[in-house]
């Protein structure tokens, strides 16, 4: 199926036809198959990519050679901006959960962008602001001393970093995320299952009432 990218720039990412169509017009569409590696942690940015259909997970490799979840990321998230703006390694590696579309920006046409376009610098700005508060929160919940507690708000927090109510992650993915064993989690998600919170599958976790998984959230 043919994705209308313009329409998914503006009702998925916010953006305004001008800001569309110049990223438009400054970028190409790649599509990636599911299981593909789209940057190595401590490489300089290639692309700055912008995620119109599919979800992509972020790995961090520690110094004990262990892979880590870092996050989530899917459609409306824009990718790599922080490289760009900090001139910095990425400091974990995309990787595709499934076949993932991205229109797909290079440097140069970024870095002009950078220094014409406002919108696009507010918009980034934006998209910087809200991965910090949603990804400071998985940190601060990873503190949370009742086990369930901690995965019900980690659930809340993934949600509102991909706006799905069906979260693309497995159950030893959530326990990598939150640094426990995949058996405490199993029985933290059974709590959830039993107050009809959340139904867990192959492969995801289906949020059932967000209600219920908000209540503890912070204000």
Do not use: W
């Amino acid at each position: 199926m043919k994705l209308n990218v313009q329409e998914i720039l503006k009702s998925e990412f916010g953006y305004s036809d001008s800001l569309s169509n110049a990223l438009i017009n400054h970028g190409k569409i790649r599509t990636y198959a599911k299981g593909v590696r789209l940057g190595l942690q401590g490489e300089m940015h290639r692309q700055m990519m912008f995620i119109l259909s599919g979800n992509l997970m972020l790995i961090r490799d520690n110094p004990d050679a262990t892979e880590q979840l870092a996050g989530i990321l899917s459609v409306g998230s824009p990718v790599n901006e922080a490289c760009f703006y900090h001139e910095q390694p990425f400091n974990t590696h995309p990787y595709t959960l499934s076949e993932v579309t991205c229109l797909c920006l290079p440097p140069n046409e970024v870095h002009q962008l950078i220094r014409k376009n406002i919108e696009f610098n507010q918009a980034m700005a934006c998209s910087l602001s809200k991965k910090l508060l949603a990804f400071s929160n998985l940190t601060f919940f990873g503190k949370e001393r009742d086990k369930s507690a901690k995965v019900q708000k980690a659930l809340f927090s993934l949600f509102q970093i991909t706006r799905q109510s069906e979260l693309p992650i497995t159950k030893s993915q959530l326990a990598s995320l939150l640094g426990m064993s995949r058996n405490t989690v199993s029985l933290a998600l059974k709590e959830c299952e039993e107050l009809n919170a959340i139904r867990t599958c192959s492969g995801s976790i289906v949020l059932k009432d967000l209600r219920k998984l908000a209540s503890e959230q912070p204000n």
